[in-house]
């Protein structure tokens, strides 16, 4: 078998780097997933915007670059925001990077990227590495129709409050979660949400790469979910819908009738229900003794 490294195929011809800020996606575990156009976009940057200015000048190191780094954290972003916006109305480039991933996804750079649209200056994304992404392909759960939560609170009581607003969703969710944290919010999840299948998925492209697929229930006593360690990404399958009742129906079109005649009120409880709209008028009829 041949040795594909040792004929690596023939790269685009990098392209100039126009002035704007860059919103660049860094590896999340393995290096190689570093993308052509963002190394371009490293090189070309008059100014590093990074969540952490040593962890960033590592990696620029790995692939032989080096740039002016600023600060870019949860307390530095004002100021960051203050100097992109300043270096773009000069005419630079200015790339942001969080340590690890896409820049904006539960990572700093936000308040960046917001100055800089509002000042009407030119924002693009250099899309790569993503744990979100990488989770949802590794799940095995439906991915046409996705919420991405986050961080979940790290009480249970605010934990739980959160998932029942996420409860009927009919979406697969998709969490960050801490080792230490990971066995009790699983165990809330089920509590809440209902015992859905789902997937913990930790170091993602890194030498240990796992994915613990079961039930919510059967993952919260599951022993890999005690306190793992690495980056860890939960992916929750969609709940079941469900079914209102007769007596649902029936409460509903009567606090409609007080508003509407009964086929704009059948119409109304049809799309709120998620029930067929001639039973509800046949009924709203009834109701009214003209059944």
Not at 16 to 38: E, F, H, Q, W
Not at 63 to 71: D, P
Not at 74 to 97: F, M, Q, T, Y
Not at 240 to 248: G, K
């Amino acid at each position: 078998m041949s040795d594909a490294s040792l004929f690596p195929p023939t790269a685009p011809p990098a392209r100039s780097v126009a002035p704007g800020l860059y919103l660049v996606a860094t590896p999340i575990g393995n290096l190689r997933d570093m993308t052509l156009r963002a190394l371009d976009v490293l090189a070309a940057a008059d100014l590093v915007l990074a969540e952490d200015t040593r962890v960033t000048a590592k990696l620029l190191t790995a692939y032989g670059l080096r740039a002016k780094l600023e600060r870019c954290d949860d307390h530095a972003s004002a100021r960051a925001a203050e100097i992109a916006v300043e270096r773009l109305k000069a005419g630079e480039v200015v790339a942001l990077v969080s340590d690890a991933g896409t820049p904006l996804v539960s990572d700093p750079g936000y308040v960046v990227a917001r100055a800089a649209i509002n000042a009407g200056l030119p924002v693009h994304p250099i899309p790569g590495a993503s744990s979100l992404l990488a989770a949802l392909c590794l799940a095995g759960q439906p991915a046409d129709r996705v919420l991405f939560a986050g961080f979940l609170p790290p009480k249970s009581g605010a934990r739980k409050t959160m998932l029942e607003e996420l409860r009927t969703g009919r979406q697969t969710l998709v969490f960050f979660e801490s080792g230490p944290r990971l066995k009790d919010s699983l165990t809330d999840m089920a509590e809440v949400l209902g015992d859905r299948p789902a997937a913990v998925t930790r170091e993602l492209t890194k030498l240990y790469e796992e994915a613990v697929r079961g039930t919510l229930s059967e993952l919260a006593v599951d022993p890999r979910c005690d306190a793992p360690k690495g980056e860890i990404v939960i992916v929750i399958g969609p709940g079941e819908a469900e079914v209102a009742s007769a007596a649902d129906a029936d409460a509903a079109l009567t606090e409609a009738m007080t508003r509407l005649p009964p086929g704009e009120a059948a119409a109304e409880v049809s799309k709120a229900l998620n029930l067929p709209r001639k039973p509800l008028y046949k009924r709203a009829l009834e109701m009214q003794g003209r059944g």
